[in-house]
C-alpha cells in the first residue's frame, strides 16, 4: 500500500497511471464524492492488492469468500467502500488479499454513544475488536442507570467486536461528580452493590466486559479507586469478562491536578486486565488553537505509562476528531 501526497497539478487519473490501478478503483477504496478535486497536501491510499475478484451477477458476498478461502470479514477489512454492508454489483472489483504479511497483532477498542448512526457504526465495526458503549451511570445507592443499547450489542456481535460497558460517575442529572466517586469508593456496602449490579447488567445485555472512566476523583481516594478496581476484575474474571480502565494523561506520578492524582498508573495498571491513556484533548473547543493531541505530550504521557505498566496492556486513545 502506497500513500500518494497529492503535488499541485495532480490528477487523480494521473495517480492511477502512476501507480498502475483503475481509475475506479481509486475512488472507491478512498471514497472520493468529487474525484476531480484535488488539495495540493491531500493523502490518497493507493491499494497493492495481491489477488483481487471483478462481482458478477449474482454473487455475494458469502459466495465469493467461501470461494476464495477468506471471510466475509476479511472482504469488509480490505473494501472499506463496502461500509461494512453487503451491497455489491457486476463489474465491482474487490480485495481479497495484500501481498504483505502481517507486522503482528494488535487490539482497537472504539468508543460510541448510543445515538451514534448507524451506518457510521456498521462502517467501523469490521476494524473493531472492542466498541466501548459510552456511558453508564450510577445513582449514590450504586444503582447502574439504564440505557437503550440493544442496536449497538447486536451489531458489534454480528461482526465479532466484544461489547464493553464503560461506567462512568455520571448520575441522573448527566453530569460527572467526583463527590459521586468518593460516596460509593468509601462506603463498601454501596460499593458492593455496585458492583452486583454492573454484574448483573453485563449478564442480561451481552457486555464481554467494563471500562471504568472515573474522573475527577479526591486524592485521598487513589488506594481506594485501585482497590474498587481489584474487586471489580476478582468478581468478573470466574465470567470471563475483562476490565479495563481508563488513566488521565500523566507524564509523572507526581503529577497534581485534580483530574490525575488519584489515578495511580502502577496501582491501577495491575488492577485491571488492560488500561486506556486519555492521550487526547489538550487541544480542545475553549483552549489555544494546537492540536487535539500534540505528538511531543502524547509520547510523554506513553514513556511514563510503560514504565510502570506492562505494554501489552496499553491502549493508547487517539481522536478522530476535531475542533473548530
Given at each position: 500500500?502506497?500513500?500518494?501526497?497529492?503535488?499541485?497539478?495532480?490528477?487523480?487519473?494521473?495517480?492511477?497511471?502512476?501507480?498502475?490501478?483503475?481509475?475506479?478503483?481509486?475512488?472507491?477504496?478512498?471514497?472520493?464524492?468529487?474525484?476531480?478535486?484535488?488539495?495540493?497536501?491531500?493523502?490518497?491510499?493507493?491499494?497493492?492488492?495481491?489477488?483481487?475478484?471483478?462481482?458478477?451477477?449474482?454473487?455475494?458476498?458469502?459466495?465469493?469468500?467461501?470461494?476464495?478461502?477468506?471471510?466475509?470479514?476479511?472482504?469488509?477489512?480490505?473494501?472499506?467502500?463496502?461500509?461494512?454492508?453487503?451491497?455489491?454489483?457486476?463489474?465491482?472489483?474487490?480485495?481479497?488479499?495484500?501481498?504483505?504479511?502481517?507486522?503482528?497483532?494488535?487490539?482497537?477498542?472504539?468508543?460510541?454513544?448510543?445515538?451514534?448512526?448507524?451506518?457510521?457504526?456498521?462502517?467501523?465495526?469490521?476494524?473493531?475488536?472492542?466498541?466501548?458503549?459510552?456511558?453508564?451511570?450510577?445513582?449514590?445507592?450504586?444503582?447502574?442507570?439504564?440505557?437503550?443499547v440493544d442496536l449497538l450489542i447486536r451489531m458489534a456481535r454480528q461482526y465479532q467486536v466484544k461489547p464493553l460497558l464503560v461506567l462512568t460517575t455520571l448520575g441522573e442529572d448527566g453530569q460527572f461528580s467526583g463527590e459521586r466517586a468518593h460516596l460509593v469508593l468509601q462506603n463498601p456496602s454501596t460499593r458492593a452493590a455496585l458492583i452486583e449490579n454492573l454484574v448483573q447488567t453485563l449478564e442480561n445485555q451481552g457486555y464481554a466486559g467494563v471500562d471504568i472512566d472515573f474522573e475527577y476523583i479526591?486524592?485521598?481516594?487513589?488506594?481506594?479507586?485501585?482497590?474498587?478496581?481489584?474487586?471489580?476484575?476478582?468478581?468478573?474474571?470466574?465470567?470471563?469478562?475483562?476490565?479495563?480502565?481508563?488513566?488521565?494523561?500523566?507524564?509523572?506520578?507526581?503529577?497534581?491536578?485534580?483530574?490525575?492524582?488519584?489515578?495511580?498508573?502502577?496501582?491501577?495498571?495491575?488492577?485491571?486486565?488492560?488500561?486506556?491513556?486519555?492521550?487526547?484533548?489538550?487541544?480542545?473547543?475553549?483552549?489555544?488553537?494546537?492540536?487535539?493531541?500534540?505528538?511531543?505530550?502524547?509520547?510523554?504521557?506513553?514513556?511514563?505509562?510503560?514504565?510502570?505498566?506492562?505494554?501489552?496492556?496499553?491502549?493508547?486513545?487517539?481522536?478522530?476528531?476535531?475542533?473548530?
Amino acid at each position: 500500500m502506497v500513500i500518494h501526497v497529492v503535488q499541485p497539478g495532480d490528477s487523480l487519473y494521473r495517480i492511477a497511471q502512476m501507480h498502475g490501478v483503475p481509475l475506479p478503483f481509486l475512488i472507491q477504496q478512498n471514497e472520493l464524492r468529487e474525484p476531480a478535486r484535488l488539495t495540493p497536501g491531500q493523502t490518497i491510499v493507493v491499494p497493492q492488492p495481491a489477488e483481487t475478484y471483478l462481482v458478477k451477477r449474482g454473487d455475494t458476498l458469502g459466495n465469493i469468500a467461501a470461494q476464495h478461502g477468506t471471510t466475509v470479514l476479511s472482504l469488509w477489512q480490505n473494501n472499506p467502500q463496502l461500509g461494512g454492508t453487503d451491497r455489491i454489483y457486476p463489474g465491482q472489483m474487490l480485495v481479497l488479499s495484500y501481498p504483505t504479511p502481517k507486522l503482528g497483532a494488535f487490539a482497537v477498542n472504539g468508543y460510541a454513544y448510543p445515538n451514534i448512526d448507524p451506518r457510521v457504526l456498521r462502517k467501523t465495526l469490521p476494524y473493531l475488536t472492542y466498541l466501548s458503549v459510552f456511558s453508564y451511570g450510577f445513582d449514590r445507592t450504586g444503582r447502574i442507570l439504564p440505557q437503550n443499547v440493544d442496536l449497538l450489542i447486536r451489531m458489534a456481535r454480528q461482526y465479532q467486536v466484544k461489547p464493553l460497558l464503560v461506567l462512568t460517575t455520571l448520575g441522573e442529572d448527566g453530569q460527572f461528580s467526583g463527590e459521586r466517586a468518593h460516596l460509593v469508593l468509601q462506603n463498601p456496602s454501596t460499593r458492593a452493590a455496585l458492583i452486583e449490579n454492573l454484574v448483573q447488567t453485563l449478564e442480561n445485555q451481552g457486555y464481554a466486559g467494563v471500562d471504568i472512566d472515573f474522573e475527577y476523583i479526591p486524592p485521598e481516594d487513589a488506594e481506594s479507586y485501585a482497590a474498587f478496581i481489584r474487586e471489580v476484575r476478582a468478581r468478573l474474571e470466574p465470567l470471563g469478562k475483562i476490565v479495563m480502565v481508563a488513566l488521565a494523561p500523566k507524564t509523572s506520578a507526581g503529577q497534581r491536578g485534580l483530574l490525575y492524582e488519584a489515578h495511580d498508573y502502577q496501582m491501577l495498571g495491575e488492577a485491571a486486565d488492560y488500561v486506556l491513556l486519555m492521550t487526547y484533548e489538550w487541544g480542545y473547543a475553549l483552549s489555544e488553537p494546537m492540536a487535539v493531541a500534540p505528538i511531543n505530550k502524547v509520547e510523554q504521557v506513553v514513556r511514563f505509562a510503560t514504565s510502570v505498566i506492562p505494554p501489552e496492556k496499553i491502549f493508547m486513545g487517539i481522536p478522530n476528531y476535531g475542533y473548530d
